[in-house]
Protein backbone atom coordinates (compact mmCIF):
# COMPACT_ATOMS: atom_id res chain seq x y z
CA UNK A 1 0.00 0.00 0.00
CA UNK A 2 1.39 3.30 -1.24
CA UNK A 3 1.26 5.92 1.10
CA UNK A 4 0.47 9.72 0.05
CA UNK A 5 3.63 12.36 0.46
CA UNK A 6 2.83 15.22 2.68
CA UNK A 7 5.06 17.01 0.62
CA UNK A 8 4.22 16.98 -3.26
CA UNK A 9 6.00 18.47 -5.94
CA UNK A 10 2.85 21.07 -5.81
CA UNK A 11 3.25 21.62 -1.88
CA UNK A 12 6.84 22.32 -2.13
CA UNK A 13 6.13 24.86 -4.64
CA UNK A 14 3.66 26.51 -2.54
CA UNK A 15 6.21 26.46 0.43
CA UNK A 16 9.01 27.81 -1.42
CA UNK A 17 6.76 30.66 -3.50
CA UNK A 18 5.49 31.56 0.28
CA UNK A 19 8.98 31.61 1.88
CA UNK A 20 10.57 33.93 -1.23
CA UNK A 21 7.82 36.77 -0.45
CA UNK A 22 8.16 36.04 3.01
CA UNK A 23 12.07 37.02 2.54
CA UNK A 24 11.15 39.65 0.26
CA UNK A 25 8.66 41.62 2.17
CA UNK A 26 11.81 41.05 5.36
CA UNK A 27 14.08 42.64 2.99
CA UNK A 28 12.12 45.34 1.67
CA UNK A 29 11.24 46.47 5.28
CA UNK A 30 14.48 46.20 6.86
CA UNK A 31 15.71 48.38 3.82
CA UNK A 32 13.44 50.38 4.43
CA UNK A 33 14.07 51.22 8.25
CA UNK A 34 17.68 49.97 8.61
CA UNK A 35 20.08 51.01 5.78
CA UNK A 36 19.02 54.14 4.90
CA UNK A 37 21.61 55.78 6.63
CA UNK A 38 23.77 53.66 5.67
CA UNK A 39 23.10 54.13 1.96
CA UNK A 40 23.03 57.86 2.43
CA UNK A 41 26.91 57.28 3.53
CA UNK A 42 27.67 55.51 0.85
CA UNK A 43 26.41 57.95 -2.14
CA UNK A 44 27.50 60.79 -0.10
CA UNK A 45 27.74 63.68 -1.46
CA UNK A 46 25.45 63.27 -4.23
CA UNK A 47 25.01 67.39 -4.31
CA UNK A 48 26.83 70.22 -3.61
CA UNK A 49 28.24 71.13 -0.32
CA UNK A 50 27.85 74.36 1.71
CA UNK A 51 30.95 75.32 3.39
CA UNK A 52 30.49 78.45 5.93
CA UNK A 53 33.72 80.77 6.42
CA UNK A 54 33.18 83.21 9.23
CA UNK A 55 35.34 85.91 7.92
CA UNK A 56 35.12 88.19 4.95
CA UNK A 57 36.48 87.46 1.69
CA UNK A 58 40.20 88.31 0.99
CA UNK A 59 41.69 87.81 4.36
CA UNK A 60 43.97 84.81 5.65
CA UNK A 61 41.47 82.72 6.60
CA UNK A 62 39.24 82.89 3.83
CA UNK A 63 42.24 82.20 1.21
CA UNK A 64 43.24 79.34 3.81
CA UNK A 65 39.72 77.85 3.23
CA UNK A 66 39.14 78.13 -0.01
CA UNK A 67 42.61 76.66 -0.83
CA UNK A 68 40.91 73.51 1.34
CA UNK A 69 37.58 73.47 -0.47
CA UNK A 70 39.17 73.84 -3.65
CA UNK A 71 41.07 70.19 -3.07
CA UNK A 72 38.95 68.44 -1.30
CA UNK A 73 36.35 68.94 -3.51
CA UNK A 74 38.17 67.31 -6.35
CA UNK A 75 39.03 64.22 -3.70
CA UNK A 76 35.13 63.92 -3.05
CA UNK A 77 34.06 64.54 -6.45
CA UNK A 78 31.77 67.30 -5.64
CA UNK A 79 31.84 71.08 -5.56
CA UNK A 80 32.36 72.37 -2.20
CA UNK A 81 30.53 76.30 -2.79
CA UNK A 82 32.00 78.47 0.00
CA UNK A 83 30.20 81.14 1.98
CA UNK A 84 30.96 83.96 3.65
CA UNK A 85 29.60 85.03 7.15
CA UNK A 86 31.23 87.44 8.77
CA UNK A 87 31.11 89.33 11.96
CA UNK A 88 31.00 88.78 15.80
CA UNK A 89 34.60 88.13 15.68
CA UNK A 90 33.47 84.70 13.54
CA UNK A 91 30.96 84.06 15.40
CA UNK A 92 27.58 84.62 12.97
CA UNK A 93 29.07 82.23 11.15
CA UNK A 94 30.09 79.52 13.43
CA UNK A 95 26.45 79.68 15.06
CA UNK A 96 24.78 79.21 11.49
CA UNK A 97 27.10 76.27 11.64
CA UNK A 98 25.95 74.28 14.63
CA UNK A 99 22.29 75.09 13.90
CA UNK A 100 22.86 73.31 10.62
CA UNK A 101 21.23 69.82 9.26
CA UNK A 102 24.01 67.23 10.65
CA UNK A 103 23.96 65.44 7.04
CA UNK A 104 27.31 66.39 5.58
CA UNK A 105 26.42 69.15 3.41
CA UNK A 106 26.84 72.34 5.80
CA UNK A 107 30.58 72.47 7.03
CA UNK A 108 32.99 75.19 7.70
CA UNK A 109 35.60 76.55 9.59
CA UNK A 110 35.31 76.45 13.32
CA UNK A 111 37.49 79.58 15.03
CA UNK A 112 39.83 78.44 17.94
CA UNK A 113 38.13 81.80 19.66
CA UNK A 114 34.84 79.90 20.14
CA UNK A 115 36.40 78.08 23.35
CA UNK A 116 36.30 82.05 24.63
CA UNK A 117 33.45 82.99 23.37
CA UNK A 118 31.21 80.45 24.43
CA UNK A 119 32.44 81.11 28.13
CA UNK A 120 31.77 84.96 27.62
CA UNK A 121 28.26 84.12 26.45
CA UNK A 122 28.54 85.60 23.47
CA UNK A 123 27.98 81.43 21.74
CA UNK A 124 25.44 79.39 23.17
CA UNK A 125 27.01 75.95 22.71
CA UNK A 126 29.96 73.75 24.53
CA UNK A 127 32.36 73.42 21.95
CA UNK A 128 34.10 70.37 23.59
CA UNK A 129 30.64 68.52 22.73
CA UNK A 130 28.29 70.43 20.39
CA UNK A 131 30.42 70.21 17.07
CA UNK A 132 31.56 67.71 15.22
CA UNK A 133 35.32 68.12 14.72
CA UNK A 134 37.05 67.09 10.62
CA UNK A 135 40.56 68.39 11.20
CA UNK A 136 42.78 71.42 12.59
CA UNK A 137 44.45 72.71 9.66
CA UNK A 138 46.95 75.02 10.03
CA UNK A 139 48.07 78.04 11.96
CA UNK A 140 48.66 82.05 11.45
CA UNK A 141 51.17 84.32 11.44
CA UNK A 142 50.02 87.23 13.49
CA UNK A 143 52.23 90.23 14.52
CA UNK A 144 51.90 94.14 14.97
CA UNK A 145 52.86 96.35 12.28
CA UNK A 146 52.56 100.07 11.45
CA UNK A 147 52.61 102.52 8.49
CA UNK A 148 56.41 102.86 6.92
CA UNK A 149 56.02 107.01 8.16
CA UNK A 150 54.71 106.42 11.49
CA UNK A 151 57.19 107.80 14.29
CA UNK A 152 57.05 104.16 15.85
CA UNK A 153 60.44 102.21 14.51
CA UNK A 154 60.65 99.59 17.08
CA UNK A 155 58.38 97.98 19.83
CA UNK A 156 59.91 99.68 22.09
CA UNK A 157 59.22 103.11 20.93
CA UNK A 158 55.42 101.76 21.20
CA UNK A 159 55.12 101.14 24.75
CA UNK A 160 57.29 104.42 25.85
CA UNK A 161 54.38 106.17 23.83
CA UNK A 162 51.89 104.15 25.85
CA UNK A 163 53.63 104.14 28.85
CA UNK A 164 53.87 107.98 28.74
CA UNK A 165 50.34 108.55 27.27
CA UNK A 166 48.00 105.67 28.61
CA UNK A 167 44.86 104.65 26.66
CA UNK A 168 46.40 106.94 23.73
CA UNK A 169 48.02 105.11 20.92
CA UNK A 170 45.04 103.12 18.99
CA UNK A 171 45.05 99.56 17.46
CA UNK A 172 43.18 98.12 15.01
CA UNK A 173 41.99 94.46 15.50
CA UNK A 174 39.08 92.27 13.84
CA UNK A 175 36.94 91.79 16.73
CA UNK A 176 36.45 92.42 20.41
CA UNK A 177 37.72 88.55 22.37
CA UNK A 178 39.10 87.59 18.82
CA UNK A 179 42.82 86.34 18.49
CA UNK A 180 43.79 89.61 17.24
CA UNK A 181 42.14 91.71 20.59
CA UNK A 182 43.28 89.32 23.13
CA UNK A 183 46.97 89.14 21.99
CA UNK A 184 47.13 93.01 22.34
CA UNK A 185 45.39 93.11 25.56
CA UNK A 186 47.97 89.70 26.69
CA UNK A 187 50.85 91.84 25.34
CA UNK A 188 49.35 95.00 27.29
CA UNK A 189 48.71 93.86 30.51
CA UNK A 190 52.80 91.88 30.04
CA UNK A 191 54.41 95.69 29.11
CA UNK A 192 52.44 97.27 31.61
CA UNK A 193 50.85 99.71 29.23
CA UNK A 194 47.09 100.56 28.29
CA UNK A 195 45.74 100.81 24.84
CA UNK A 196 43.02 102.45 22.36
CA UNK A 197 41.63 99.22 21.07
CA UNK A 198 39.69 99.98 17.82
CA UNK A 199 37.32 96.99 16.50
CA UNK A 200 36.99 95.99 13.04
CA UNK A 201 34.65 93.17 11.38
CA UNK A 202 37.83 91.73 9.90
CA UNK A 203 41.47 91.93 9.17
CA UNK A 204 41.02 93.62 5.18
CA UNK A 205 38.97 97.14 6.71
CA UNK A 206 41.53 97.11 9.40
CA UNK A 207 44.30 96.99 7.47
CA UNK A 208 42.72 99.85 5.22
CA UNK A 209 42.69 102.01 8.10
CA UNK A 210 46.15 101.67 9.09
CA UNK A 211 47.52 102.58 5.75
CA UNK A 212 45.52 105.44 5.41
CA UNK A 213 46.80 106.53 9.00
CA UNK A 214 43.73 106.91 10.92
CA UNK A 215 44.88 104.10 13.26
CA UNK A 216 48.58 103.89 15.46
CA UNK A 217 48.78 99.85 14.90
CA UNK A 218 47.75 97.34 13.17
CA UNK A 219 47.23 93.58 15.18
CA UNK A 220 46.43 91.31 12.60
CA UNK A 221 47.48 87.79 11.14
CA UNK A 222 49.43 88.42 8.00
CA UNK A 223 46.91 90.62 6.05
CA UNK A 224 50.21 92.95 6.65
CA UNK A 225 52.39 90.75 4.37
CA UNK A 226 52.13 92.04 1.12
CA UNK A 227 52.67 95.37 2.15
CA UNK A 228 55.53 95.33 4.84
CA UNK A 229 57.54 93.91 1.60
CA UNK A 230 55.90 96.58 -0.73
CA UNK A 231 57.37 98.89 2.07
CA UNK A 232 54.22 100.33 2.83
CA UNK A 233 54.03 98.64 6.80
CA UNK A 234 56.68 98.02 8.82
CA UNK A 235 56.52 95.18 11.07
CA UNK A 236 57.50 95.75 14.39
CA UNK A 237 56.92 92.08 16.33
CA UNK A 238 55.27 88.70 15.45
CA UNK A 239 53.46 86.73 17.90
CA UNK A 240 54.73 82.97 17.44
CA UNK A 241 56.96 80.94 19.47
CA UNK A 242 59.60 81.15 16.67
CA UNK A 243 60.61 83.91 14.27
CA UNK A 244 58.22 83.51 11.00
CA UNK A 245 60.90 82.46 7.81
CA UNK A 246 59.54 85.09 5.76
CA UNK A 247 60.42 87.82 8.18
CA UNK A 248 63.51 86.22 9.92
CA UNK A 249 64.77 89.75 10.88
CA UNK A 250 61.00 90.60 12.77
CA UNK A 251 61.64 89.41 16.34
CA UNK A 252 58.83 87.75 18.42
CA UNK A 253 57.04 89.22 21.39
CA UNK A 254 58.61 86.24 23.61
CA UNK A 255 62.50 87.33 22.04
CA UNK A 256 61.34 90.72 23.65
CA UNK A 257 60.78 90.20 26.84
CA UNK A 258 56.74 89.69 26.49
CA UNK A 259 55.71 85.93 27.18
CA UNK A 260 52.86 86.04 24.80
CA UNK A 261 52.42 83.74 22.50
CA UNK A 262 49.31 83.47 19.89
CA UNK A 263 48.80 81.12 16.95
CA UNK A 264 45.04 80.45 16.83
CA UNK A 265 44.80 77.49 14.20
CA UNK A 266 42.20 77.34 11.80
CA UNK A 267 40.01 74.10 12.07
CA UNK A 268 37.09 72.56 10.40
CA UNK A 269 33.91 70.99 11.52
CA UNK A 270 30.09 69.95 11.27
CA UNK A 271 27.65 70.47 13.34
CA UNK A 272 26.73 68.05 16.13
CA UNK A 273 25.36 64.30 14.92
CA UNK A 274 27.07 64.16 11.90
CA UNK A 275 26.87 60.23 10.62
CA UNK A 276 29.88 58.45 11.21
CA UNK A 277 30.64 56.72 7.77
CA UNK A 278 30.06 60.75 6.21
CA UNK A 279 32.63 61.96 9.09
CA UNK A 280 34.86 59.70 7.93
CA UNK A 281 34.88 60.39 4.21
CA UNK A 282 35.11 64.39 5.43
CA UNK A 283 37.98 63.72 7.66
CA UNK A 284 39.30 61.73 4.93
CA UNK A 285 39.19 64.28 2.45
CA UNK A 286 40.44 67.30 3.93
CA UNK A 287 43.44 65.09 5.51
CA UNK A 288 44.31 64.37 2.25
CA UNK A 289 43.63 68.35 1.20
CA UNK A 290 46.08 69.87 4.42
CA UNK A 291 49.01 67.69 2.86
CA UNK A 292 48.31 68.17 -0.75
CA UNK A 293 50.97 70.54 -2.38
CA UNK A 294 48.16 73.05 -4.12
CA UNK A 295 47.17 73.66 -0.18
CA UNK A 296 51.03 73.76 1.47
CA UNK A 297 51.82 76.62 -1.46
CA UNK A 298 48.57 78.79 -0.12
CA UNK A 299 50.18 78.62 3.43
CA UNK A 300 53.44 78.93 2.80
CA UNK A 301 52.54 82.51 1.02
CA UNK A 302 50.10 83.79 3.53
CA UNK A 303 52.53 82.23 6.45
CA UNK A 304 49.94 79.80 8.03
CA UNK A 305 51.86 77.19 9.19
CA UNK A 306 50.47 73.65 8.79
CA UNK A 307 49.73 72.42 12.56
CA UNK A 308 47.33 69.23 11.49
CA UNK A 309 45.15 67.25 13.65
CA UNK A 310 42.62 64.46 12.87
CA UNK A 311 39.08 65.25 14.38
CA UNK A 312 39.33 63.47 17.39
CA UNK A 313 43.11 64.65 18.54
CA UNK A 314 41.56 68.27 17.26
CA UNK A 315 38.54 67.88 19.69
CA UNK A 316 41.38 67.87 22.69
CA UNK A 317 43.26 70.03 21.87
CA UNK A 318 39.90 72.38 21.87
CA UNK A 319 39.07 70.67 25.24
CA UNK A 320 42.63 71.94 26.57
CA UNK A 321 42.32 75.53 25.15
CA UNK A 322 38.99 75.78 26.90
CA UNK A 323 40.54 75.58 29.92
CA UNK A 324 43.05 77.77 29.10
CA UNK A 325 40.85 80.22 28.25
CA UNK A 326 39.05 80.09 31.35
CA UNK A 327 42.14 81.33 33.01
CA UNK A 328 42.54 84.22 30.41
CA UNK A 329 39.07 85.40 30.47
CA UNK A 330 39.98 85.88 33.93
CA UNK A 331 43.39 87.50 34.00
CA UNK A 332 42.38 89.75 31.43
CA UNK A 333 38.54 90.79 32.47
CA UNK A 334 37.16 89.83 29.29
CA UNK A 335 33.68 90.00 30.61
CA UNK A 336 33.91 93.35 32.37
CA UNK A 337 36.00 94.92 28.51
CA UNK A 338 32.96 93.67 26.63
CA UNK A 339 30.53 94.98 28.98
CA UNK A 340 32.46 98.23 28.59
CA UNK A 341 32.05 97.90 24.77
Sequence with gaps: MTQGN???????RLLLGSAAATAAAATSTAGLIVPRTARAAAEYPDRPITFICPWPVGGTADQSMRALCQVASGILRQSIV???????????GTKALARATPDGYTIGQIPISVTRFSQLGI?????????????????????IAVPTNSRFKTLADVVAAAKANPGRITYAHAG????????????????????NAIA????ASALQDVLAGQVDLLADS?????????????????????RTPRFKDTPTLKELGYNVVVEAPNGIGAPKGLPHAIEMKLREAFRAAVASPEFKSVAARIDAPVMYLDGPEYKKYVAAVYDQETQLIQRLKLKEMLQQG
Design 82 to 92: LENRAGASGMI
Design 123 to 143: LQLDPRNELTYLARTSGQTFG
Design 6 to 12: PTSPMRR
Design 222 to 242: SSWAPHVEAGKLRLLATWGEA
Design 176 to 195: IGGATHVGMEQFALAAGVRF
Design 200 to 203: YKGG
